[in-house]
């Protein structure tokens, strides 16, 4: 089973590289055609889509895993053009590329496709209603694929944070280091989640679709979070106890409760992100541990 793992360098394609490999062989590609560790691999521009049509018909996958994006939320407002460009028309382009070829394809998406208002987890079937340009640059990509016919997964994640990359816990750790006293939103829920848990649950889906017709009723769109809920004060708190533990950082500092609005942002975050994974866990047999498992396990990673 051939992949074609588009965005290999970022926080979840770097752990899919790992994740997808016992699966069969993959072409790994980035924007710049280096992996992290300075190796040469294909190079791939969501934005050439010339170039992108090209590589998949050249290397005929079996599955593209689509883990590149534009993830700039705030400035995705200022470029919004191009946002959608990568985030939305690309990936009408690889849908009709894979279709051509009778591949199947994984793309991930966001919270950010909802408007933060709901009360109960977001279900895959509620309403979408982007608040900024990022979330709407996404459901586009969403709406891109399923419209060119290809088979496809599309999976829905949130909060995410690992080892490598620019993400909010390497941000609170960095912090934590050079303060003492960290302002922290507590009136935005969410389930943070591993790049690692979106990873390894990608290659149980992928393994269990691996001879799946066209017509499998399986594909479709699924929410792949980690279980649980917190705010970012609580991700936070929890960050800097675990650091201080494991000696990531010599003292604890302070981590005070803010609210949205004296933490202001260019693109409006949704308040309440938590997704609803039970469609995911019952038709592929998963369970998705808590968020705090999973944080813990990362933790272990970083102070080793």
Not at 238 to 256: K, S
Not at 278 to 304: C, I
Request: proline share 4%; with cysteine.
């Amino acid at each position: 089973m051939s992949i074609l793992l588009l965005g290999a360098d970022g926080q979840v394609g770097f752990e899919l590289h790992r994740a997808l490999a016992p699966l069969g062989p993959i072409v790994a590609t980035t924007r710049k055609g280096v992996l992290p560790g300075v190796v040469h691999c294909t190079r791939c521009d969501l934005d050439d889509d010339d170039a992108l049509r090209a590589l998949i018909a050249s290397t005929r996958p079996r599955w593209i895993v689509n883990a590149a994006a534009y993830t700039a939320v705030d400035r995705a407002e200022d470029e919004s053009a191009l946002a959608q460009r990568i985030n939305g028309s690309a990936l009408g382009v690889i849908g009709a590329a894979a279709r051509a070829i009778d591949a199947r394809v994984v793309h991930f998406s966001t919270d950010y496709v909802f408007n933060g208002q709901s009360t109960r987890p977001w279900r895959e079937d509620d309403a979408t209603a982007p608040l900024g340009a990022y979330g709407r640059s996404k459901l586009a990509g969403e709406i891109a694929l399923r419209d060119s016919g290809a088979p496809h997964l599309i999976l829905r994640t949130a909060w995410v944070y690992g080892v490598r990359g620019t993400n909010f816990l390497r941000t609170m750790l960095r912090l934590a280091r050079e303060r003492e006293r960290l302002t922290i939103v507590a009136d935005q829920t969410g389930t943070p989640t591993s790049a690692r848990l979106i990873a390894d649950t990608t290659a149980l889906v992928l393994h269990a679709l691996r001879d799946a017709a066209a017509t499998d009723p399986r594909f479709g769109t699924y929410h792949l979070t980690a279980s649980g809920h917190t705010t970012w004060h609580g991700f936070a708190s929890r960050i800097v106890d675990h650091a201080h533990t494991a000696g990531l950082i010599e003292r604890r500092p302070e981590v005070a409760a803010i609210t949205t609005a004296e933490f202001p942002t260019k693109a409006q975050r949704p308040a309440y992100s938590v997704l609803d994974t039970r469609k995911l866990q019952s038709t592929f047999g998963l369970t998705l541990p808590d968020w705090s498992e999973g944080l813990a396990r990362v933790m272990g990673e970083l102070a080793s």
